[in-house]
Structure formats: C-alpha cells, structure tokens
Nanobody, 132 residues
Framework: EVQLVESGGGLVQAGGSLRLSCIASGFTFDDYSIGWFRQAPGKEREGVTYISHIDGSTYYTDAVKGRFTISRDYAKNTVYLQMNSLKPEDTGTYYC?????????????????????????WGQGTLVTVSS
C-alpha cells in the first residue's frame, strides 16, 4: 500500500520546538520529492517547505524560513521537519506529500495545492498546537 504516515505533532508553548516525521512506504522513496503543508482551522492548506529528490535542494516559505528545517533519511524512508521558535500562528494540521516531479512539488509548496494536479501521495496529517 502506498502511504505516508506523519507523527510528532502535539501541544507546545510558543518558543518551543517539535520534530515531525513522515514515513513513506509502498513506493520508491528515493524517486520522490517531499513537501510539508499545513492547514489552520478555517483556512486553506498552504505549503511550508520541500526537499527535492533530484539534488536535495530545499525551499522554505517566508513564514518559516530560519525556524524550520527539512531533512530526509533515505535509509529510513523518512523525512523530518524540525520546527523551532514556534509561534501560535504555526498552529494547524501538518501534512506531508510526495510527488515524482520535483518542479510540481515546488510549485505547489510556493503557491498552495493545485486542485487540477493533485500531488501523488498525501499523508493523513498530524496536529500541531502552539499556545501563547
């Protein structure tokens, strides 16, 4: 079964840290770029960061740049999202996604998910709550 499973969410005070994990199975992890997205209550899903399977390049939205770090462990088929200096506005459900086309993943992290070209694999999400 092709799937992504996120974990690591929880409740944290502002200024704290969390590390999210995204474990892939059922597909060739090395051939997919991975992105993280988040969705706050009442808002649209937005891109956060991505890591390319082509050259390992990364991209961060301005909202998280300097605070979040994405990394991947090919041996464990896992992508991590280290989140530091968390703010209440980081609250939301965090989703990881995979796509074999790196440029597609980049475009959707920058511009938000595209309903006309859905990313190939989505996880079920993990909830992050940052209290003030």
């Amino acid at each position: 079964e092709v799937q992504l499973v996120e974990s690591g969410g929880g409740l944290v005070q502002a200024g704290g840290s969390l590390r999210l994990s995204c474990i892939a199975s059922g597909f060739t992890f090395d051939d997919y770029s991975i992105g993280w997205f988040r969705q706050a209550p009442g808002k649209e899903r937005e891109g956060v960061t991505y890591i390319s399977h082509i050259d390992g390049s990364t991209y961060y939205t301005d909202a998280v740049k300097g605070r979040f770090t994405i990394s991947r462990d090919y041996a464990k088929n896992t992508v991590y999202l280290q989140m530091n200096s968390l703010k209440p506005e980081d609250t939301g459900t965090y989703y990881c996604a995979a796509d074999s086309v790196s440029t597609i993943m980049y475009e959707q992290v920058v511009g938000g998910p595209d309903r006309y070209r859905s990313l190939e694999v989505w996880g079920q999400g993990t909830l992050v709550t940052v209290s003030s």
